[in-house]
């Protein structure tokens, strides 16, 4: 049986393997609803956007540049650190100070001629709904949750059946030591970032009895050292988390307490991740999931092989990868959830004591997986209960803070709506549920 034809692109020898595999039927797709002699134009043509320029963002830039996307948008407020450099492999030291954007920008289009990146330093809430109708393919390569969310509901809330342009596919790729995840969300047909928050669960404090009595891990120690030590000896006025005089001290009393129950591990680099909170970056678990994250693109673009997300019964949406101990990846369908407060439809149940204050409320939106809202204002059924802005209305709805539910006639049942700062539009609608 011959080969089907290869249709080139006008610059044969530079993307002469590419067009193998973008011009052709994949062993999953219908040959006969397949034509690959508009592809290259037509990929030529798409507009895809970029949403972060840092170690995977470099990396996705790198990699939809060499997959034959010309038009490019890259969003990135940051500029470029000099521990930036030892994975965001588009800059170099004299680019300390500079954009990301711009930087990464230049640097692709000087390796890959004919493509055309656009950057924009800035965030991405500055930005319309008629700013993101231009795209066709959103692709993240962000390190925050806040963004992503903010993302999502946007392009959900930008969604119309009777507009089918306005369906926006988000590719999302997160990182995080050695394990990622890549995922295609294809608004209102299934599930979204908001269905799937509970997978990034915010991380459970160790309890300070176990860090003063009993610590088992070299974390512990260093988190003794950070909370209880610090507070009781005070060797200086402030923690400066970024001097290295500040962190030596920690390192050293998080030394002597794993030595006193025989726990070894500590060093100076993780007494320092530990308290600044920093996840290790690993080089090749970006490159892996942008690999994964360019190739859903590839594939929504040309239709050459099925992307992840497709419409179907069953089809997976979501890609697990770890490289711990050995390489593993697991793809699997995440459902679309009825209550999500994006692309949902109904109210979410949520457990509650009578007993609560409104206060011991509100806080419990900051831990609860399936919320994790900073900075929430509550509504519930025609008043108002309490509003973060703007100052005056604060002031006017402080005092039921210290009221309980009972005595705001909060009962079973009763629907409340919660919105925050962070998700401009995002209503989130709760139906209580007394425990």
């Known amino acids: ?25 994949g062993a999953f797709v219908d040959p006969e609803g397949f034509d690959g002699s508009t592809v290259v134009e037509n990929m030529n043509k798409i507009k895809i956007l970029v949403i972060g320029a840092g170690g995977l963002g470099c990396e996705i830039l790198k990699n939809l540049a060499l997959s034959g996307f010309k038009n490019i948008s890259v969003i990135d407020m940051d500029t ?15 680019d300390v100070g500079k954009f990301k954007a711009e930087v990464a920008a230049k640097f692709v289009e000087r390796r890959v001629k004919g493509v055309k990146i656009t950057p924009y330093n800035c965030k991405i809430q ?30 959900v809330n930008m969604a119309s059946y009777e507009n089918p342009d306005s369906m926006k596919p988000l590719i999302d790729g997160g990182t995080e030591g050695f ?9 209102t047909m299934g599930s979204c970032i908001e269905c799937q928050l509970d997978m990034h669960a915010p991380r459970a404090a160790v309890p300070l009895c176990t860090l003063a009595s009993i610590p088992r891990q070299p974390e512990h120690c260093i988190e003794w050292a950070h909370v209880i030590a610090w507070d009781k000896e005070k060797p200086f006025p402030q923690l400066d988390k970024d001097d290295p005089e500040h962190i030596t001290w920690l390192f050293q009393k998080a030394l002597e307490r794993a030595k ?10 993780l007494t320092q991740g530990v308290v600044k909170n920093i996840i290790p970056a690993i080089a090749a678990t970006n490159s892996v999931i942008a690999a994964a994250c360019c190739n859903e693109a590839l594939k929504i673009a040309s239709s050459c092989a099925p992307f992840l997300g497709t419409p179907g019964e069953g089809e997976p949406n979501y890609m697990m990868y770890s490289g711990n101990d050995s390489i593993y990846t697991y793809t699997f369908k ?7 407060p994006v692309c949902g ?17 509100i ?28 100052p005056s209305l604060e002031e006017q709805t402080r005092p039921n803070l210290e009221k309980t539910l009972e005595q705001l006639g909060l009962a079973e049942g009763t629907e409340i709506a919660v919105t925050d700062p962070a998700f401009v539009g995002v209503v989130f609608n709760f139906s209580l549920k007394f425990a």
């Not at 930005?127 to 949750?145: A, E, P, W």
């Open 363 to 390: 806080e419990s939106f900051a831990t609860l997986p399936e919320a994790q809202l900073k900075k929430p204002s509550v509504r519930a059924e025609g008043k108002t209960l309490y509003m973060q802005l703007p």
């Open 1 to 25: 049986m011959s080969s089907p034809e290869v249709l080139p692109d006008s610059e044969v020898k530079r993307w002469k393997y590419l067009d193998n595999v973008r011009t052709r039927p």
């Open 345 to 361: 439809m109904t109210a979410r149940v949520l457990k509650v004591n009578p007993k609560w204050t409104l206060e011991e409320l």
């Open 260 to 269: 006193e129950f025989n726990i070894s591990g500590i060093t100076y680099s």
């Open 334 to 340: 995440h459902e679309q959830k009825e209550d999500c």
């Open 179 to 187: 394990k990622g995840q890549a995922r295609v969300i294809l608004p």
């Open 80 to 94: 470029i650190d000099i521990s930036n450099l030892n994975r965001q492999f588009l800059f170099r030291h004299a």
């Open 126 to 155: 500055d930005f319309d709904d008629d700013f993101y109708q231009q795209f066709q393919i959103v692709v993240c390569g962000l390190d925050s949750i806040e963004a992503r969310r903010w993302i999502n509901a946007t392009l």
